[in-house]
T-cell receptor, first 115, second 118 residues
Framework: AQSVTQLDSHVSVSEGTPVLLRCNYS??????LFWYVQHPNKGLQLLLK??????LVKGINGFEAEFKKSETSFHLTKPSAHMSDAAEYFC?????????????FGAGTRLFVKA | KAGVTQTPRYLIKTRGQQVTLSCSPI?????VSWYQQTPGQGLQFLFE???????NKGNFPGRFSGRQFSNSRSEMNVSTLELGDSALYLC?????????????????FGPGTRLLVL
């Protein structure tokens, strides 16, 4: 079965400090993994995606994520948080499994950035 | 290119009514997916259409239905509305469907339609 677990519902950092948003997944087959960001009252914007190429994926706005198959993780990081990063972040798994093609969203992590 | 557009942006209905939401994908995109977002359940997949055919369906009751037109525009319909249907409904488009790209295609999301059922 396919599932996504975002390990923190809320993360709070100070501006200028590193950001780490954690995501673990399980999938029967090789999945594609995505991180999306949602600002208040807005749709979802793609930050980055992993599709079985390089395990370290660079995205927009300085974000990057590393796919670790042995740990079934796809954590999102950013070296230095900016106030504009305050939003909700979703880890997403897409792929085929015995029940068909599935798109599974994590529950989301709300990032707070303190001045 | 223009992004994914959804109409209306906000909607208020009463229990028992029905509602139709519309989604226009990015030009050239042939796949449209619908998602429901609620505070309690998070983001859940409703269904996906590709070339006017429903390719995948989530675990929602039959009151939720959709269709796609030849120009790739899509509509979803919810009949006999319940209070629990209050949600943000998001539409996403991609160039191909999941079977053709193994799920690697990026989905581009619209701003959503916020439905309130009273």
């Amino acid at each position: 079965a396919q599932s996504v677990t975002q390990l923190d519902s809320h993360v709070s950092v100070s501006e200028g400090t590193p950001v780490l948003l954690r995501c673990n997944y399980s999938s029967s087959y090789s999945p594609s993994l995505f991180w999306y960001v949602q600002h208040p009252n807005k749709g979802l914007q793609l930050l980055l995606k992993y599709t079985s190429a390089a395990t370290l994926v660079k995205g927009i706005n300085g974000f990057e994520a590393e796919f670790k198959k042995s740990e079934t993780s796809f954590h999102l990081t950013k070296p230095s948080a900016h106030m504009s990063d305050a939003a909700e972040y979703f880890c997403v798994v897409r792929g085929w499994h015995t029940g068909g093609f599935k798109t599974i969203f994590g529950a989301g992590t709300r990032l707070f950035v303190k001045a | 290119k223009a992004g994914v557009t959804q109409t209306p942006r906000y909607l208020i209905k009463t229990r028992g009514q029905q509602v139709t939401l519309s989604c226009s994908p990015i030009s050239g995109h042939r796949s449209v997916s619908w998602y429901q977002q609620t505070p309690g359940q998070g983001l859940q997949f409703l269904f996906e259409y590709f070339s006017e055919t429903q390719r995948n369906k989530g675990n929602f009751p039959g009151r939720f239905s959709g269709r796609q037109f030849s120009n790739s525009r899509s509509e979803m319909n919810v009949s006999t509305l319940e209070l629990g249907d209050s949600a943000l409904y998001l539409c996403a488009s991609s160039y191909t469907g999941p079977g053709l790209a193994g799920g690697q295609e990026t989905q581009y999301f619209g701003p959503g339609t916020r439905l309130l059922v009273l």
